[in-house]
């Protein structure tokens, strides 16, 4: 080789010597420059991946092995050429180890890997905010920033606009239920005393009448309870008038029916006594007529005369069985009056009852709704409460509930659920018209919120 070529390949050898360093000092500084998540590198120097995290995986000089890469439920990356590879529970460090091993392990020579997280998992936010959902995670997060990234604390704007009709709603359907519980079990221990013929009832005791006592207020539900109690009573006294009454009548008829049969009982003793009489005189005559004493037509007339006396006695004695088949009659109507009484008093009953343990069921879930739409109403009334806030964090597949405050620290992941701890009085008491919050709320205006 000549000088002068000698020396052209020299110069050709440095020049890509510095391009080679120009070149790996540009993919240096373009991959420590890609914008991360994190505020800083060495904050996830110890994080540990976890399914739904996202990788950058760079192997220099093979731009086909390289790439964003998400870490899926099992816990894997998948690696052109490679597979799938463990990651979860890794550093990026020992990730990055452990993609070089994979390389080399008959792929590559010397393989150059960089493996840096672009994306950590997302926080969720629950609860008592405005916009909940899913947000970034950002190193140094706290509760009270995230709630900030989810506009505060409050209801959604739709929820808000409805939520005081709709707990007045609900609130309203509890006291009807409450009110008609009451009722149906005055009812019922009117309908059972009736049953047992006794001549009063006494309504529930006052434990079993108190449902709604912290709703309506002491007084309110004492002048509820009496009021229904006073209506079951005139009920009461008004049947008991009408069904004595329908029986006094009834029986006011077996005295007459009595007084009949006994004088026609008299009458056939007395017709009895004649036809004794008139047939003595029959035979007496008939001898004397068998005598030649006597007239064969006078026989004739005591012999008419008797039968005329045994038609009059066979008479009496049909009206006798005539009244006392109508005495008869009379006490089947008095046991027909009571005994239809008494079924409707049965019915009646068993419906009482059907509809009591209906309420009981019905009751409970609409006192679960009410507690609900009060939490969702609780900002636009103007009531001042705590705030509950608990975060979920996953842990080696273990999920963990933690009781947080507003500056604990939260990790990628974590599930943020923010709750409003309303007074428990509140549940049971109508909401005063005078507070700005409720009316505000009640005419749609959206200041209903502004106390806060």
């Known amino acids: 080789m000549t000088p002068g070529r000698t020396a052209l390949a020299g110069a050709l050898g440095r020049c890509c010597a510095s391009i080679n360093i120009r070149a790996a000092a540009l993919l240096g500084a373009l991959v420590f420059s890609f914008p991360l998540l994190a505020d800083s590198p060495e904050d996830s120097r110890a994080y540990k991946l976890e399914p739904g995290d996202r990788i950058t995986v760079t192997v220099f000089g093979q731009a086909e092995l390289s790439g964003d890469m998400l870490v899926d439920g099992a816990g894997n990356i998948l690696l052109p050429l490679v597979g799938p590879i463990e990651v979860k529970d890794l550093t990026t460090m020992e990730c990055q180890n452990l993609v070089r091993d994979r390389l080399a392990d008959g792929i590559l020579r010397r393989p150059s890997v960089s493996v840096r997280i672009s994306e950590f998992r997302p926080l969720y936010i629950l609860g008592d905010v405005r916009a909940p959902g899913a947000y970034p995670f950002r190193y140094g997060s706290t509760v009270q920033s995230a709630v900030a990234v989810a506009g505060g604390f409050g209801l959604a704007q739709l929820v808000e606009a409805t939520a005081v009709s709709e707990f007045l709603l609900a609130d309203e359907r509890v006291r009807q239920l409450s009110f008609q519980r009451q009722a149906l079990l005055v009812r019922r221990a009117r309908l059972e005393a009736q049953r047992d013929g006794a001549k009063s009832f006494s309504p529930p005791a006052p434990q079993d009448l108190a449902e709604g006592a912290s709703m309506f207020g002491e007084r309110g539900t004492q002048q509820r309870v009496s009021s229904i109690v006073a209506d079951e009573t005139d009920t009461f006294q008004m049947q008991k008038a009408i069904l004595e009454h329908q029986l006094d009548l009834l029986s006011s008829q077996k005295p007459r029916l009595e007084k009949e049969i006994e004088s026609f009982s008299g009458q056939i003793t007395a017709a009895k006594k004649q036809l004794e009489v008139v047939k003595q005189h029959a035979d007496q005559y008939s001898r004397l007529v068998k005598q030649g004493l006597g007239v064969a037509n006078s026989e004739l007339q005591l012999r008419l005369m008797e039968a005329n006396q045994e038609s009059e006695l066979w008479r009496l004695t049909t009206q006798v069985l005539r009244l006392q088949m109508e005495a008869g009659e009379l006490d089947v109507k008095i046991y027909e009056a009571e005994a239809s009484f008494k079924r409707q008093l049965i019915a009646e009953l068993r419906e009482v009852r059907e509809r009591v343990r209906d309420l009981d069921i019905t009751l409970p879930s609409a006192r679960e709704i009410r507690e609900v739409k009060l939490r969702q109403a609780g900002s636009m009334v103007g009531a001042e409460a705590a705030r509950s806030v608990s975060v979920t964090r996953n842990r080696n597949g273990q999920a963990t509930v933690l009781q947080a405050?507003?500056?604990?620290?939260?990790?990628?992941?974590?599930?943020?659920?923010?709750?409003?701890?309303?007074?428990?009085?509140?549940?049971?008491?109508?909401?005063?018209?005078?507070?700005?919050?409720?009316?505000?709320?009640?005419?749609?205006?959206?200041?209903?919120?502004?106390?806060?």
């Open 405 to 452: 405050t507003e500056t604990t620290t939260l990790e990628p992941g974590d599930i943020i659920d923010v709750r409003k701890m309303l007074p428990r009085e509140l549940a049971y008491q109508r909401l005063p018209a005078s507070e700005p919050g409720l009316e505000a709320a009640r005419r749609g205006r959206p200041e209903a919120s502004a106390s806060r």
